[in-house]
Structures are given as C-alpha cells and as structure tokens.
C-alpha cells in the first residue's frame, strides 16, 4: 500500500506555553446544549434528501425528543429549503421553547436570502459558515489570510445591519469551517473578530461553533485544541462555545466527549450520526453515554425503536445491526460465556430485587456485559440471547425460563446445550427460541410407547415422589432395573400449556437417564418424567416384545 502518500503534518502547534491538560480530570457531570443538524448537514448528505414531508416528520421527531436548538436549513442553497423555513416560520410550527437556526455562506446573495427565509420569525439564529484553514484558503478559495478575515468581517456586518431591520430576536453563530486544521493563531484572529463586530455579550451571545470539518488527527488532539480556545477568546463569557465533529477516523463521539471535558458548551450533532463521508458525531451515542453514566441527558429516549423508525424513514438509510444502544444486535450475546453471564447477571437483580420488596427496574443497573437496561429505552430482553453455534448452556437455559418458565436443573442444561450444539453445527445457522423449544419437547418430554404405562394402587392424593416410586417399581416387575436418582418439582409457564414441571433423572440399568414431565398436577407430571426417561433410555419392559402401546387419549398434557 502507498503509505508514503500519507505523511501528514503534525497537529498545529498551540501558542503559548504548553498548559497542563487539565481537562482530562474534568468528567463529564451534565449535559451540553443539543444541537441538531439533522435538517441541514445530515439533509445535504442524503442521496435522496428529504422533501417537505419527511423534514417535517424529522421537525417534530427532534421537538418531541426535546431538542431545543435545531438547524432547520440552508435556505439559500435550494428553493425547497427555503419553503420548509417557510413552513415553519409562516405556519406557526415552531415551539416557543425551541430556537431555530438557518445556515448560511459568507457571501451577500447567499445571507439576503436567508434572512428573508426567516422574515417574521420572533426568534432565530443565523449561521454564518466559511472555511479557513490554509488548504482551503489556498485551493479552494484562492486567498491570503486577510482577505479570508474581510470575508468573515463582511459577512457578520451584514447579517448584523439585516438584523437591526428584521425585528425579532435574531442572534448569530459563526463556524470558522475546517477549524481543527486552522492555525490556532488564525482562528482565534477571526472568532475574535466577529464576536466583536455582532457586539457579543452574556446577554446575547455569541455561538462559536468549532468544527473538525475532516477529522484528521486523534481526539485529545482536537480537546487540546478547544481548550486552548476556552483560554484565549477575548469574550469568554460571551460566546457558547460549540463543537461540530465529524467522523472520518470514526472517533466523532469521542472527540466531542473530551471536547466537553475541554470546556465546550454545546454539541452539533445528528441522530445515528448522519452526514457527510462517515457523517457527524451522533447525538444519540453521546447522549446515553451520558444516560449510562447516570446523567440526565436532558433528551427523551425512552422509546429509542421508534426513534430509529422514524429516522429510517424519513433518510431512507438504515441503522447498522451493531450500532451503539440502537442497533438490532447490540444487546444480543451468542457467545455462551456471554450468555452465561448475563443470565446470571440478571437472576441476580432479580434475586436482589425480590429480597428488598423492590421491582428490578427500581434498583442500580449492573449487569455483566450490558452497559444499560435495554427497556429503559424502551428495548426488550428478547433478543438478549440467541442461540447458535458459539452459544452454551447458559443462553439456552435462559430461553427456555424466560420463555417457557422452564428453569432446568444444571446437569440437564449441560446435556440439552450438547444436544443444540449438534443441531447448530449441522445447520450452521441461529437457532429461533420456538426451535429450541421443539427440540427440547422431542428429546425429553416424550414418553413414547411408555404413555399408556400405569402403576397399581395410586390415586390422585398420592405424593409426586411417591407416584414417581410406584411407576419405577411398576417398571422393575416388568423386567426393567431402574431406580429414582434425581427428582425436581417445579411450576412451569404458560406458554407450556401446563402448570407443573418435573425434572427426573432415572437409573436405568445403572445409566442416568433425563426426562421431563408437565402436568396440570405435580403427580402427573412426576408420572410424565418418569415415563419419558424410560422412553428415551430405549428400556423395554421384559414381558413384552415391545413397549407398552398408549391408552387413547387426546392432546398429551403439557404440550401444544
């Protein structure tokens, strides 16, 4: 590969004397300002961007989520951008807790438009965007570094003289673009030079918004960069200083953690991380992160599926199985000593749960390999653990309690995982619960030919040990050695159609021997356990040339 191609410059140098990062002991201990740009960046990466329709549907999503900062669009790029700000603004959509922005290029035509977008607003931002690091000034724009700074000068006067005339309480927010490969000294230059010019006051702030355009370097270079920043702007006190990572080395969400740590206040973002190339940090990652931590996000997650729908919807691009909280498969163990460890985990809350009177989603999250509780986003435990080729006891044994009510005793976990091992290994695929659940029905609740097989002098008072004992002794006089080894009583779940479950483990001819009975009484499903061990140990009575053939009957009891 022609790795020599790729030999790029350092990180520019901070001026200065090298501070101490002191950020790095600063956690995280609220959340920032949310911004979305879902309606602009994440809009303009779209091979089909969104029409009227679905950005209104994508508008009430954010409102709904508790976005309180939202970028509804470049209005001067497209006519169809302008008639959504249109929409919105002339339609009486906007909430009045909710502030919209417009984005804009540095150029006359271009912030004209935009704010006649927003004429009759009584509240907006206008985002004024330019690029200034040196690649750019130099290709693409074509100039010195004090003409990029008159740019930047022209552009927020106008915006300021347009203002005045618009009435409303219009602010603005400047992004020196491609900020993270700037000279440090340059971009301090220019965001001091607009503050100045839009007057910015605590009163009326100034959004610096701070983007790695391309994220090229590591995070903590990126963090390093925003304190330096906090440090040195002249109106500190008067700008919410704001990041807008990319993902292009795919450490977006963690560039603007440490960013946050650094002294940033607020966050562009997208949902799930659309946007240009590798797309924008996702807000939704960074927002439980925070949730995980035990900070409140300040954002309503609770019903993350649907979320997910509507974003599919309204981008026609799906989230990946695996990722972060949202996608399908990031809440699922196949490997068993995952499995293992989660079932315990969760038999653990359970357990801990019922000891104190409290329902397990009242009590502190810690479960193994699950950073959250998936339904408190409003995920289910189905697909916590699926089952194939790589999964073990364990996972196998929490399907069937979870659903079935099947808790099987430790030893016939170990044979039953052997058995869907071998069925795995052959098809070489998952397999569904309802296919474990078959598979364990054939193997072990079958009493065969040993159906119809009763034992004298029992009635329906008599004990389920006892009942077991009387079939055993049946067996022997019939020329079979077997002898009680191992008896279980438990309740059984619904969806097995039976309310008792036994678990027996016969000697047969010296040779342990599982079966399992369901029943509508622990009688007979003690009698059931016993009969499908002698069926399944492949024991003939010796008086017979075959097994006992059934009595007729219906439906077996315990089955469906």
């Not at 999503?61 to 508790?66: D, E």
């Not at 191992?486 to 599982?514: F, K, N, S």
Request: aromatic share 6%.
């Amino acid at each position: 590969m022609p790795v020599h191609r790729y030999r790029r410059a350092a990180p520019q140098e901070l001026p200065g004397p090298g501070a101490p990062r002191a950020w790095l002991d600063r956690p995280l201990d609220r959340a920032p300002l949310w911004s979305s740009v879902d309606l602009r960046d994440g809009n303009q990466a779209l091979a089909n961007p969104m029409d009227g329709k679905r950005k209104r549907t994508m508008f009430d999503l954010l409102v709904r989520l508790g976005l309180k900062d939202i970028e509804i669009g470049y209005p001067s790029a497209a006519e169809a951008e302008f008639d959504f700000v249109r929409h919105l603004v002339t339609g009486g959509h906007i909430p009045d807790d909710v502030t919209v922005s417009v984005f804009t290029a540095a150029r006359p035509d271009a912030i004209d438009r935009t704010f006649e977008a927003i004429r009759g607003a009584d509240r907006a931002v206008v985002h004024l965007c330019h690029a200034t690091a040196c690649l750019w000034r130099e290709v693409v724009f074509r100039m010195t570094p004090s003409e990029v700074i008159k740019l930047a000068r022209d552009g927020a006067e106008r915006m300021v003289r347009l203002a005045e005339r618009a009435g409303g309480d219009i602010r603005f927010e400047y992004s020196p673009e491609t900020f993270n490969v700037t000279e440090p000294g340059f971009a301090l230059e220019i965001a001091n030079t607009v503050a100045e010019i839009v007057d910015a006051t605590p009163e009326r702030p100034l959004t610096l918004n701070l983007p790695s355009t391309v994220e090229m370097h590591a995070p903590d270079v990126f963090a390093d960069q925003i304190a330096w920043m906090d440090r040195n702007l002249d109106r500190r006190d008067a700008i919410i200083l704001s990041v807008h990572p990319h993902n292009d080395r795919g450490t977006a969400v963690a560039a603007a953690e440490y960013a946050l740590a650094a002294g940033a206040d607020r966050v562009e973002g997208t949902l799930f991380g659309n946007g240009e190339r590798t797309g924008n940090v996702d807000l939704i990652t960074l927002a439980l992160n925070l949730f995980s931590r035990g900070i409140d996000p300040q954002l309503d997650l609770s019903d993350l599926p649907a979320v997910r729908r509507t974003v599919e919807e309204c981008t026609e691009m799906a989230v990946p199985p695996r990722h972060p909280y949202a996608g399908d498969l990031v809440f699922t163990a196949f490997s068993g000593t995952h499995q293992d460890a989660i079932a315990k985990g969760l038999a653990h809350l359970r357990d801990q749960a019922a000891a104190a009177g409290r329902a397990p989603a009242e009590l502190p999250w810690d479960v193994p390999y699950l950073p959250i509780d998936p339904q408190d986003i409003g995920r289910s435990y189905e697909a916590i653990i699926r089952v194939n080729s790589q999964s073990g006891k364990g996972g196998i044994a929490y399907l069937l309690r979870t659903g079935w009510g099947l808790d099987l005793p430790v030893p016939l976990r170990v044979e039953f995982a052997a058995a869907i091992q071998q069925v795995t290994n052959a098809t070489g695929a998952e397999l569904e619960p309802e296919r474990i659940w078959d598979t364990f029905r054939a193997q072990y609740c079958d009493p065969g030919g040993w159906a119809g097989f009763t034992e004298p002098g029992t009635h329906p008072d008599t004990a389920p040990g006892d009942a077991a004992d009387a079939l055993l002794a049946a067996a022997r006089a019939h020329g079979v050695r077997a002898e009680a080894d191992r008896l279980e009583h438990d309740a059984a779940g619904p969806a097995t159609g039976a309310a008792h479950a036994c678990y027996a483990r016969i000697l047969i001819e010296d040779r342990p021997v599982w079966g399992v009975g369901l029943g509508a009484t622990a009688r007979t499903a003690a009698q059931q356990a016993v009969r499908s061990a002698l069926h399944r140990s492949g024991a003939l009575p010796a008086d017979s040339v075959s097994a006992p053939e059934p009595q007729p009957a219906g439906p077996k009891e315990g089955t469906r």
